[in-house]
């Protein structure tokens, strides 16, 4: 043992022979649990075992001791595990069943070192195997473990002579590149009492530098300070520990030190030493810390394409909602639900009229109170955004505006009177004033609301400004839908009044329009009061479905009007001729069907006497007082716009008092097939009315007649006119 009592003497004191023979042992490998023992000694250049003391196995074996034992299934009996690999003492004989180096170790005991022999490896000349030991303490990872290293000498036959022997503590100290300490619990400080070159190689400090010093020497300002409480921990608890924290070399330079502790006791159980096993692993530490950056990366990459995939859905699904209404109500809500829960807490959402005062207010919020709610819409309906309020600078900079850190105190200058306590509990700690613009100037503001202090990033910001252009973008044509579906609809009062109140009939009558975005179309329908106590009835169907036809429509029913009511009484045959030159004098554009009735009323109890022309409409038909349909006549001319000088006719029939004429245009009649089936043409169409008014109760009102004959529309592909005129 000179070398150990070499070093040892440097430090100017002796220890112990327990102590040097626990150095000399640690010389061969490091200490610690099989979890640990891969990472530090898995390709050491020596054979490393554990050996389970609670039942004798060799639970672990580094590469080079796979390389000696071959493919063999652990954990497996010591003895078991020497026959296989064939260990032998010096004279030859199985160290199976003797208490050789591999025994004592399993039983606890210490081996400083002892010679056996072992086959060659493939075939070649036996091999001398040097075997040192020592226990790893009590508790290692739940078990008693042993540590055993195995160390062979190529130095031919006379492998096995004293002067080899000799030599092969020093062998052992240089066989690996893994760094060895002992250091002394009983003395103060717990000072290192030998180290081996690897550990002067790696740290820059000899080893008159580092005897006798706590081995803290190698940490430094950024050595973590829980890692060291957790050494000293250890040591206090005399367990073994394993670590890995920040070194400094002599020269200063950093590397990361993998640290492995473990107690040594002798025969008795005093603590004797403990035996450190340090590895360099900046390389393997450098690895892990590029991979998790590389890993951070990713992970943000992730996040930002997800978040780009939710913004595209977003948006998607806004442009979607936003565009599929002109209700400007409805608009607000879904506006509103787009943003909550997805970009805040809760939203107010304000449209502004012309003058900038708030016409409509929604708010929206995941949870908040309604009644708070409720203030919230009450506070600001009908009066100007505050100039201090944030909103207000959105409207007027026409840009986002963002406030952090709000408390009670800094949301009283634009709380308009609500409570400000009110508002914290509805969580408003941050906010995001976004204008809506629209053409012309901004049709309204939103504002988000969020419950922590610093709630919006950039990317929230422009999803927002997109998400408020678009909203102002389709509130601006909700606006526009508005104003032309007012115009529309004093235009359809206009052109299709109520019907009067005429002696001797009843009159019903049912208006649709083909277009969502405008209340009036091109058909029309009249009943009249004629001189000469008669009855007139019209009813047509302008080309087009917009405020064009609507307006062609205008022209041509108060042409029929007048035409009716010329100085000569003229028939309806007449009439429409007049009205088709008339239409094309003052070039009023587009085609029309129009269907035109006179009647006179009876003599006598007699029947009525209809005069029909027809341009190229549906008929009219009849519903007798029994119930029975049938067409009025069969007979049409061109429709109007086509031919001025086209030859009409006035067709002739008498109409049974009690009867109904029922006067619709093609809307009506051409519709989808039901159930997939093919769709309904004139024909078919007039066939399945017919049907459904022949099963009608006999004697059913106008009124009620008008109003089933609506069921037949199954899709607004069409305006839609009906008129049921009762003849008494």
């Known amino acids: 043992m000179g070398s150990a009592h070499t070093r040892l003497g ?28 891969p990472r530090v000694v898995g390709e050491a250049p020596v054979a490393v075992l554990l050996i389970d003391r609670g039942t004798g196995e060799v639970t672990y074996g580094n590469t080079a001791a796979l390389r000696l034992a071959g493919d063999l299934e652990l954990p497996l009996g010591t003895d ?87 030599s092969l503590r020093d062998r052992a100290v240089v066989a690996t590149d893994i760094c060895f300490t002992i250091s002394d619990p009983r003395r103060p400080g717990n000072p290192l009492v030998w180290v081996n070159p690897s550990f002067t190689r790696v740290t820059g400090y000899s080893a008159e530098e580092a005897l006798g010093r706590n081995c803290s020497f190698l940490q430094g300002p950024a050595t973590d300070p829980a890692v ?42 005093e603590l004797t030493g403990f035996v450190g ?35 595209l859905r977003l948006m998607a699904e806004a442009t979607t909602l936003l565009a599929g209404t002109l209700d400007t109500g409805e608009l607000l809500d879904r506006l509103a639900g787009l943003c909550v829960p997805s970009l805040a807490d809760w939203v107010f959402i304000a449209r502004l009229d012309g003058d900038g005062v708030v016409d409509e207010v929604v708010v929206h919020h995941t949870g908040g109170d309604p009644a708070h709610l409720q203030d919230v819409r009450s506070a600001f309906l009908g009066r100007h955004l505050p100039e201090s309020s944030p909103a207000y600078e959105a409207v007027r900079t026409g840009g986002p505006v963002v406030v952090r850190d709000l408390r009670p105190e800094t949301l009283q200058p634009f709380s308009r009177g609500l409570d400000p306590r009110m508002l914290a509990e509805l969580g408003t700690r941050s906010l995001l004033a976004v204008p809506l613009p629209a053409r012309g100037g901004t049709r309204g503001v939103m504002t988000l609301v969020r419950a922590i202090d610093d709630g919006f990033s950039a ?63 091109g058909d029309f329908y009249d009943l009249l009061a004629l001189p000469g106590d008669r009855i007139g009835m019209v009813i047509g169907d302008v080309a087009g479905h917009d405020l064009n036809a609507a307006a062609t429509m205008g022209q041509l029913r108060g042409l029929l009007r007048a035409g009716c009511w010329d100085l000569d009484a003229p028939d309806p045959a007449v009439v429409l001729g007049r009205v088709d030159r008339l239409l094309d004098v003052l070039d009023v554009p587009g085609l ?123 899709a607004r592909l069409d305006d839609v006119a009906c008129l049921v005129v009762a003849l008494h």
Not at 18 to 37: I, Q
Not at 488 to 503: C, G, K, N, T, V
């Open 459 to 521: 990317s929230d910001v422009g999803l927002a400004v997109d998400l408020g252009t678009r909203a102002g973008l389709a509130l601006d044509n909700a606006r526009l839908y508005e104003q032309e579906a007012s115009v529309a609809e004093a235009l359809q009062r206009s052109l299709l009044p109520e019907l009067p109140a005429i002696d001797g009939v009843t009159g019903a009558a049912h208006y649709t329009s083909a277009s969502a975005a405008a209340a009036v179309g």
């Open 277 to 311: 096993v340090q590895s360099d692993v900046t390389a393997r530490v450098l690895l892990e810390a590029e991979r998790a950056a590389a890993h951070a990366a990713e992970r943000t990459a992730r996040r930002d394409a997800e978040a780009a995939q939710e913004r």
């Open 80 to 166: 078991a595990w020497a026959d296989a690999v064939g260990l032998t003492d010096l004279d030859g004989h199985p160290l199976s069943g003797t208490d050789g180096p591999l025994s004592a170790i399993a039983t606890g005991l210490p081996v400083a070192g002892e010679a056996v022999r072992a086959p060659g490896a493939d075939g070649g000349p036996e091999q001398v195997l040097w075997v040192t030991g020592f226990p790893l303490g009590p508790g290692v990872d739940g078990l008693d473990l042993s540590l055993v290293v195995l160390l062979a000498v190529d130095e031919g036959p006379d492998a096995a002579t004293g002067l080899v022997l000799q």
């Open 10 to 37: 440097r430090a100017g004191d002796a220890v112990s022979e327990e102590l040097v023979e626990a150095a000399e042992a640690a010389l061969a490998g490091p200490s610690g649990g099989s979890a640990v023992l």
């Open 592 to 714: 029309a069907t129009t269907v035109l009735l006179r009647a006179d009323r009876p003599v006598d109890g007699g029947p009525w006497r209809v005069e029909c022309s027809n341009a190229g409409h549906p008929p009219v038909l009849v519903r007798g007082p029994d119930g029975s349909v049938r067409p009025l006549t069969e007979e049409h001319d061109l429709l109007l716009g086509a031919a001025p000088q086209a030859r009409r006719r006035t067709a002739v029939v008498e109409v049974e008092p009690g009867s109904l004429l029922i006067g619709f245009t093609d809307g009506l009649i051409e519709q989808p097939g039901a159930g997939g089936g093919p769709a309904r043409d004139v024909d078919s169409g007039t066939a399945a009315l017919v049907g459904l008014l022949a099963g009608l109760p006999v004697g059913l009102p106008a009124p009620d007649v008008c109003e089933a004959m609506t069921a037949l529309v199954s």
């Open 228 to 269: 060291v409480a957790e050494i000293r921990a250890g040591i206090a608890a005399r367990r073994q520990t394993t670590v890995t924290l920040l070194n400094h070399r002599k020269d200063g330079t950093a590397f990361w030190n993998q640290l492995s502790i473990s107690p040594v006791f002798d025969r008795v159980g």
